[in-house]
């Protein structure tokens, strides 16, 4: 299989994931995981991944003609929200056990009432967050965790455990990270993956549990730097404690694409963690 077929490889994999968003979703829900949509970024996956539950990002699908938003929601609400709604009347979330929301603009909370009398969810959460940075910002958003935290565990009728939630934090930043990674082969001239790409890589990876998503996205990070044709080397390093710059606590492998001229003296390679041990 040459390098090409292999990228088109992920790459379909992960269109087919963005155009049936609803595809793994509904897998799971058959095999008994419960399935929580939501809107927008502020909301705490993390204590819905450490119960068990997939967040599904709920996206509305601008491909179908609004046929009964309108008449529900002011004409001129966001045309993000209307497609949700839209979908949701259709059946398009018919999987979902509940949904929740951060209070994140005057639409959302105007649109909350509409969604939540019309969309008839069994369970249901709303997220308060701060629009300031005080000290009394973070004792309040820790409240609200807490509340967010508790109607969960109603929910799922389990409690979520510390070891669970860190392991989930984990995971959630591990996927931040590699996000972070996939926006910076967008910095080159020209990028390494085109902004429709990018789109659907998120389309996909927020549609899926956050273990698997982030399987994905190692998968298009690694596809990217081999298929790049500049590259002409790579690093592979692993950091072990935190005195060696590990910041995500469990075990994986920086794969470092490396180009010619991209340091003036590139002996030594990963000896340069520690600058003078450079050059030898
Ligand atoms: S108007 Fe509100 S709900 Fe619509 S896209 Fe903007 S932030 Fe989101």
Known sequence: MTKQQQRGDILATVKELSENRDRRARELKKEGMKIVGYFHCFVPLEILTAADILPYRMMGNPKEPLTVANTYIDPANCPYLKSCFDLAMKGGYDFLDGWTTPDSCDGMTNFDFVWSYNVRLPWRAWVNVPNCLYEES?????????????????????????????????????????????????????????????????????????????????????????????????????????????????????????????T???????RGVIPNKMSY
Do not use: C, W
């Open 138 to 262: 973070f004792e309040f958003f820790k409240e609200e965790l807490a509340i967010f935290k508790l109607s969960v565990e109603k929910l799922i009728e389990a409690n979520i455990s510390d070891e669970d939630l860190h392991q989930a934090i984990d995971l959630h930043n591990e996927q931040r990270a590699l996000l972070r990674r996939l926006y910076d082969f967008r910095k080159p001239d020209p990028p390494l993956v085109d902004g429709s790409e990018v789109l659907q890589v998120m389309k996909a990876v927020t549609s899926l549990p956050i273990a698997e998503g982030n399987e994905l996205l190692k998968g298009v990070k690694e596809d990217i730097q081999i298929n790049s044709p500049d590259i002409a080397g790579f690093n592979i390093g692993i950091n072990v404690g935190k005195a060696a710059g590990q910041t995500i606590f469990h075990a994986h492998i920086h794969l470092i694409p490396r180009r010619d001229g991209d």
């Open 264 to 270: 003036l003296n590139p002996r030594g390679g990963v």
